[in-house]
């Protein structure tokens, strides 16, 4: 773990309300894993804000130079406004790597990738780093067209052969039209292992699947459907509100079923079936 001053070397809104931010980090670009994160001093705000670490140069581009992270993230109050507003050559103050990310059982080959929204940003970074090895297909469900990963096609550019990305949009725009856990089933008998990042929302309706009896209306076929997931091991990024970001002051701390978890230190990732959902407030 680092604390930097780090440059920004460019900063762009790649969709509405989202910026895709370069960052001049060597160290962190070198050490960071997938689904590990970083945090940044956004102005004056006493509590660093939390970002996952999106790309790394080093993996992703012939001129990674020294080495450059990139963050994506979506402008929802005042520290996100405040990234948002800088500009390329200026410095932030940034911790990182921080955390425990994804991992991938040495067995696995397919890997089912599972993204609501800007939950994209920690998945594209396993794309990366996994795909020369895994066959791997990414869900990204967002609202509109206009709401996808706008890499996508580079994604698919990169490792064509093994990579596949299934767009869903709730309006229907482009992709099937609904969510990403309703395109998930289609994958389960396919899928070594499963990782998502998206809202709590996303991973109830995912920790159902894992519930075998049917539910009200639903035939007995299709309860045994939905458990196929609790087949395949499911890691998810969990993005509470986090104090400290290192495991010092104890705000982040979930009660799992493996005992009380530091999500700063312990995660972000989890099991999806080690998650009390009852119990877990993601934004007090
Ligand atoms: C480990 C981790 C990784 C993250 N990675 C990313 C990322 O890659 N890209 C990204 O856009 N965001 C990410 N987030 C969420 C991001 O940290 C928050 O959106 C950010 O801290 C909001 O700061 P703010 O000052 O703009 O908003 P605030 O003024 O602090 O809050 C404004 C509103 O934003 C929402 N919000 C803020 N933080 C969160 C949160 N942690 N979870 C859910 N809702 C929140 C709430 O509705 C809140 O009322 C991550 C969070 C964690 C814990």
Known sequence: ??????????????????????????????????????????????????????????????????GEIAILFKVTGKGTLWLSQRQEGEKIDMLGPLGKGFTVAPKSRNLLLVAGGIGIAPLAFLVQQASSQHQMTLIHGASTAAQLYPKSYELTAISYQRFQFVPVTQDGSIGQKGMATDVLPDFLDWADQIYACGPVDMYKAMALSLDPSPLKGEGKGEGEKRSKLKLRKCQVSLEVRIGCGFGACYGCTINTRKGLKQVCRDGPVFELDDIIWQEVRIWP
């Open 1 to 66: 773990m680092k604390q930097i001053l780090a440059t920004i070397s460019s900063n762009v809104e790649v969709m509405p309300g989202i910026h895709l931010m370069w960052i001049e980090a060597p160290d962190i670009a070198a050490a960071a894993q997938p689904g590990q994160f970083i945090t940044v001093r956004c102005g004056d705000f006493t509590l660093r804000r939390p970002f996952s670490v999106h790309q790394s140069s080093l993996l992703t581009r012939e001129d990674s130079g020294e």
